[in-house]
């Protein structure tokens, strides 16, 4: 390997030394500083020719997998509150290439590739330090390089594996984490009423939602979206009188209560906004709040004592951690008093705050829940949260099972939620089961208002949540495969204990193994599907609503089944 270096530090000693070799090699990075200080960007660069390579796949690809000029690269740029550092280069076959990953998933840095017009290679980057860092004198990582002609989704999962060998080890995830879970946010937005919402849970319950998520609104009589009125974190006693009845009433119904939190915003119009000047890392005009600079004790005390008192006071059994990738550098930062910090690295910070609140909050509840968003989903966070759910995609299918399956791929054991699915009140059946279905192998989050949807929704819904449920284990622990990214994936289907769950969402052909019993979902929009046998079967076909109309036989070879 012709390894580039390029930086502007001061560098005394560096070396990129081969510490292990094969189809998987590994590359041992060491760098020592002339003096102690936070480092600028440090890149490593190498060529690849570009050989049956056609995609490119990251954390945060969402529809598009193309390979772009090294003008305009494919980049993942990550850090302890955002992304994580892997890339993954496969065949239009679906073939691992090239994957790339760094072992330090916490300290800021970029991993990127692009074509080189002029022969045909890809140069692959890595960006060491592409943000600001604590002073250090001194640094190592491990490049991991895996050229192994494996199914692109197993490079994905070996290296999310491979994190686990340095320490990464997820949060604990109690089992309530991997059921159902109603969402007020699409359904209810800021208009927080306990009586609708426990409503609303009644039927959630009998439907097969174990945990409702009470989002935004609860601490706040303003209606208007935004956030000009978060940071006190009081409840509003206009809309929900009696926080603990409300959680009550909703354990007596054998469900559990999540609520929502803005992490790192404080509001304009909130009453302690002047008590933290001097300690915000910038402002969201948009938002009409500040963020928070966790690198002051002080910031991090306020937060986690509100965490810990609020539990222990209304008897939350999970909290919803919002906008935590908003805990970033600007260009404010010049104006910071170092002196009062913990630490210049806003990573770091963040650590402590999601350590020190951990820490509190276990102590309360050992089985408290708590829900990351993308793009905090990677290694470094996942020992503090043990939900991590899709970005935000409303009524939005196919980035709804791109994102949940990619999530699937990289989150060990922690559980992967869908973004909270919803649907026009009057769409047709079909269109309902395409949105639930785009989130198969992922923990459903459900946000409809059961007194506007169909009777046919309902139906429909109760029978597809019926069926995750009982088949739960094959669809979340099993052996999951995925197909064709460029396609947003044509192909899923997770495979346990003699048992199979697929989902079409292109006309390909399902290949199914002989004495394996196989759920095929059709998600095509079509009203065929093909599937390859090697031995005679019977099938049996089912409605929507999950109820049994045909049976027949398919023979060995590609079958078309209605």
């Not at 426990?198 to 998520?213: F, S």
């Amino acid at each position: 390997m012709n390894f580039t270096t390029k930086t502007e530090n001061q560098v005394e000693f560096e070396e990129i030394k081969q510490i292990k070799s094969g189809e998987i090699s590994e590359y041992l990075v060491k760098i020592v500083f002339k003096e102690k200080a936070s480092p600028s960007k440090y890149t490593i660069s190498w060529e690849e020719p570009q050989i049956d390579m056609l995609g490119f796949w990251s954390s945060k690809c969402v529809t598009q997998y193309n390979l772009t000029p090294d003008w305009w690269p494919r980049k993942e740029e990550s850090r302890t509150a955002s992304g994580m550092p892997l890339i993954t280069i496969y065949s239009g076959s679906g073939k691992n290439r090239l994957s790339v990953a760094l072992s330090d998933p916490s300290s800021p840095s970029a991993i990127s590739a692009g074509v080189v017009e002029e022969n045909g290679a890809l140069i692959i980057k890595i960006d060491l330090f592409s943000k600001i860092c604590s002073s250090i004198n001194e640094y190592e990582a491990i490049i991991r390089i895996d050229r192994r002609e494996v199914p692109f989704c197993q490079a994905i999962k070996d290296a999310r594996d491979w994190w686990s060998t340095l320490g990464y080890d997820p949060m604990y995830v109690p089992a309530s984490a991997k059921l159902p879970m109603y969402s007020t946010w699409y359904s209810f937005h800021q208009k927080t009423i306990p009586d609708e919402i426990l409503y609303e849970c009644k039927i959630a319950k009998e439907y097969g939602m174990d945990t409702v998520i009470v989002d935004d609104g609860w601490q706040t009589d303003d209606n208007r979206r935004g956030y000009a009125f978060c940071g006190d974190w009081e409840v509003c006693e206009n809309k929900i009188p009696d926080m603990k009845k409300f959680v009550d009433d909703v354990h007596a119904l054998g469900m559990k209560f999540m609520i929502w939190f803005s992490v790192p915003f404080v509001g304009v119009e909130s009453k302690i906004y002047d008590k933290f000047k001097g300690m915000y890392l910038y402002m969201r005009k948009n938002a009409c709040a500040s963020v928070l600079d966790p690198r002051f004790k002080e910031v991090r005390d306020y937060l986690t004592n509100i965490y810990a008192s609020s539990v222990q006071k209304y008897g939350w059994d999970g909290l919803k951690l919002d906008f935590i990738d908003s805990f970033e550098l600007s260009d404010e930062e010049s104006s910071r008093d170092f002196e009062k910090m913990d630490t210049v690295s806003v990573e770091e910070g963040l650590q402590l705050l999601l350590s020190e609140t951990m820490e509190k909050l276990k102590k309360i509840n050992p089985e408290i829940m708590i829900e990351f968003r993308q793009s905090y989903i990677g290694p470094a966070i996942s020992k503090y949260g043990n939900i991590f759910r899709v970005g935000d995609c409303p009524a939005d299918p196919i980035n709804n099972r791109v994102g949940s399956l990619s999530l699937r791929l990289t989150s060990d054991t922690t559980a992967v939620h869908s973004d909270m699915i919803m649907w026009n009140n009057n769409d047709t059946n079909e269109s309902v089961l395409y949105q639930l279905l785009g989130t198969m192998f992922a923990v459903p989050q459900i946000s409809v208002r059961f007194d506007s949807i169909t009777s046919d929704h309902k139906k429909l819904l109760k029978s597809y949540l019926s069926f995750w449920r009982e088949h739960s284990d094959v669809i979340l622990n099993g052996e999951l495969k995925v197909y064709d990214p460029d396609a947003s994936f044509s192909l899923a289907k997770s495979k346990k204990d003699g048992e199979c769950v697929a989902v079409l969402y292109r006309g390909v052909v399902e290949k199914i193994e002989n004495d394996v019993l196989e759920y095929v979902f059709n998600a095509t929009g079509k009203n065929d599907i093909y599937i390859e046998s090697e031995e005679n079967r019977t099938y049996e076909i089912y409605d929507i609503f999950g109820e049994k109309y045909a049976t027949g036989k398919i023979a060995s070879g590609v079958n078309k089944i209605p």
